[in-house]
Nanobody
Framework: QVQLVESGGGLVQAGGSLTLSCAAS????????MGWYRQVPGKQRELVAH???????NYADSVKGRFTISRDNAKNTVYLQMNSLKPEDTAVYLC??????????????WGQGALVTVSS
């Protein structure tokens, strides 16, 4: 079983910065992709950014140039540095990890979510 624990959410003024962290634990053999999604009530969950084990990244157009995703493979941890935050970035941010367990079973795990609120 794989668990993801997020931290770093909170309230920030527009133009400010926050960093989210997500640590994966459990029977992990390898994690191929780690990423961040966000969800606003009444809207579809959307991809914010993801990063492969090799360091390749992909960002939503709405966050390019403002957010940076990184990961520490040794710690099974992914980070999301969010700069120049806007009120429309307000959402619950969910961590995601896709990989393989030590029993050679694939997993697609989600964290509980971290609320980010950006005030205008």
């Amino acid at each position: 079983q794989v668990q993801l624990v997020e931290s770093g959410g909170g309230l920030v003024q527009a133009g400010g910065s926050l960093t989210l962290s997500c640590a994966a634990s459990g029977t992990i053999f390898s994690i191929d992709v780690m990423g961040w999604y966000r969800q606003v009530p009444g809207k579809q969950r959307e991809l914010v950014a993801h990063i492969t084990s090799g360091g390749d990244t992909n960002y939503a157009d709405s966050v390019k140039g403002r957010f940076t995703i990184s990961r520490d493979n040794a710690k099974n941890t992914v980070y999301l540095q969010m700069n120049s935050l806007k009120p429309e970035d307000t959402a619950v941010y969910l961590c995601n990890a896709v990989g393989w367990t030590t029993l050679q079973k694939g997993f697609n795990a989600w964290g509980q979510g971290a609320l980010v609120t950006v005030s205008s």
